[in-house]
């Protein structure tokens, strides 16, 4: 992918859909574009499988735009004791930085000390932390002093500080990711469908074929048939799961994690702050990403599986309580600028674990008796691996050809990771360093000159350039996903909509009434005041 023109298929709905119908038997159909389903796919056709990936709301819609933007190897998860999910996502830390520089890169942390013992403790941790990575580690861990912290957080809390430990891990942007890896297997020659909706399976002799599929714009019905079927629906998979056996027992135990963003003020340096064990045992951070801060997380169960769950006010308490702790200037809720929830497809354990905080991270992988492949669990970091292990049982099920060529998505550098395109910290606005490598194909777009919003170099031809190549199909794909700036000042996405909207109707010549005032409703929840 030297010539970064090429990359850009336009992304026309009805031949997509005409495509999907007039295809014969697919190799594989993946049900669901969050994370794990796209890198299934992108896994799939570069080995030379035929690949078919339909996700029934926006590519990442669900949890895997709602991540704490962060690609590391789990430092908590080795004080459980999980060397080999550390092991597996520093690896795989490192492959994601490599592939995608424009959209992943090393981030420093620092862990203050506000115990003797805390900096030795947590710092011999970290040192086998730096063990287990390698020769792919990001950098030595530190121990600091008091002076050093107060240099490297200036906002922090100084009263009692004594000292601290310095790590490395990473950042990215987990939407404009997942967004790569779907345009990424599209250019490899998947076909890769957003707002089309799995119906129901398709049964030949008792097994899945395939499954019947509806575009959610036009009400179109394309019965898909396929060899073999992937069920990642993340935190869904389980309604999928009951259309082949209906008496399976679930394999999701959801739980919601909330962050809020604020001002750059409030956390003015360039390392991350992770307090490891906050009053009630869960972790804290604080991220510089985009321009703001992220503060979270928490991490409590739910029963019910909303689309769009809706931060609860308790949590964002939480959060602003706990950061009140370690920020010297702290916000107050009048500083909150955007607030989202996200639900975590935590593998159910086979007895009652208690709180979802003590649930492992790694991935489970069921294959039903009618041959219905279901993949749930992991996190973002350990994406690439989870497909490969997914199309490895696949094999295993006899569902696709034993003899394949090995996975070559180790060494894959994602679309506009080539060198060329202009480089800014994920740390700041970023502009048309999102687009990496493409972003002279943007810039040449009617409109580049026009901002929308100067601060984070939003233009029209950012809108226009997503709804011709990127998939986008409404207000909220633009200023959610294509534009993180739902995520980062909801009520500046709430003023901005009216004009992404009049940009859609001219590209795509639809009314646009009613998804306006959608999203008018979500960017309202967005915001503490709705918490």
Request: glycine residues 8%.
């Amino acid at each position: 992918m030297t010539d970064s023109t090429a990359s850009l298929l336009r992304t026309d709905r009805a031949q997509l859909l005409r495509a999907l119908a007039d295809h014969p038997a697919f190799d594989l159909l993946v049900i669901g574009g969050g994370a794990t389903g796209l890198g299934v796919a992108l896994d799939a056709v570069t080995r030379g499988l035929s690949v078919a990936l339909v996700e029934a709301h926006d590519f990442a819609k669900g949890t895997s735009s709602r991540a704490t933007k962060l690609v590391h190897g789990g430092v908590r998860y080795l004080a459980q004791g999980n060397v080999a999910l550390v092991r597996e996502a520093l690896h795989e830390r490192a492959v994601l930085l490599a592939n995608a520089p424009h959209l992943a890169q090393p981030l420093p942390f620092v862990m203050p000390s506000y115990r003797l013992w805390e900096t030795p403790f947590y710092g011999a941790g970290l040192r086998v932390y730096d063990a287990l990575a390698g020769d792919r580690g990001l950098g030595a861990t530190e121990f600091l002093s008091n002076v050093r912290v107060r240099e490297l957080l200036p906002n922090v809390a100084t009263g009692g500080l004594r000292g601290g430990v310095k790590y490395w891990d990473g950042q990215f942007d987990d939407a404009r990711l997942a967004l790569a890896l779907a345009r990424t297997a599209a250019h490899h020659g998947a076909h890769v469908l957003n707002y089309c909706r799995a119906e129901r399976l398709l049964l030949q002799d008792g097994r899945v074929a395939g499954a019947e599929v509806v575009d959610a714009e036009s009400g179109a019905r394309v019965a898909v048939q396929a060899r073999c079927v992937v069920n990642a629906t993340g935190v869904w998979v389980d309604a999928l799961r009951q259309q082949a056996e209906p008496t399976a027992p679930p394999l999701v135990a959801p739980s919601q994690g909330t962050h809020v963003v604020v001002d750059r003020h409030f956390w003015p340096g360039n390392h991350a702050l992770l307090v490891p064990k906050t009053s009630d045992g869960r972790v804290l951070f604080a991220v510089p990403w985009l321009g703001q801060v992220i503060l979270g997380t928490t991490d409590v169960p739910r029963d019910d599986m909303p689309l769009e769950p809706r931060a609860r006010a308790q949590e964002v308490r939480f959060i602003l309580k706990e950061a009140a702790r370690y920020l010297a200037a702290a916000p107050r809720e009048q500083d909150v600028r955007s607030i989202w929830a996200g639900l975590r497809p935590l593998a159910r354990p086979s007895a009652d674990a208690g709180q979802t905080k003590k649930i492992s991270r790694e991935h489970t992988i069921e294959v039903s008796p009618g041959g219905l492949v279901s993949v749930t669990g992991g996190k973002w970091t350990t994406y690439r691996a989870m497909a490969e292990d997914v199309i490895r049982q696949c094999q295993l099920a006899q569902l696709l050809p034993v003899k394949l060529p090995a996975g070559r998505t180790a060494h894959l550098p994602l679309l506009g990771s080539e060198e060329g395109g202009p480089r800014a910290s994920l740390q700041d606005a970023r502009g048309l360093a999102a687009y990496g490598s493409e972003a002279p194909s943007v810039g040449a777009l009617p409109g580049a000159d026009v901002m929308l919003d100067a601060p984070r170099g939003l233009s029209e031809a950012m809108v226009r350039f997503a709804v011709r190549h990127e998939y986008a199909r409404t207000v909220e794909d633009v200023l959610a996903r294509r534009s993180r700036l739902l995520f980062l000042d909801a009520a500046a996405a709430q003023r901005l909509a009216p004009r992404v909207a009049d940009i859609l109707v001219e590209e795509l010549g639809a009314a646009h009434d009613a998804q306006l005032a959608a999203f008018e409703q979500l960017a309202a929840d967005y915001q503490l005041s709705r918490a």
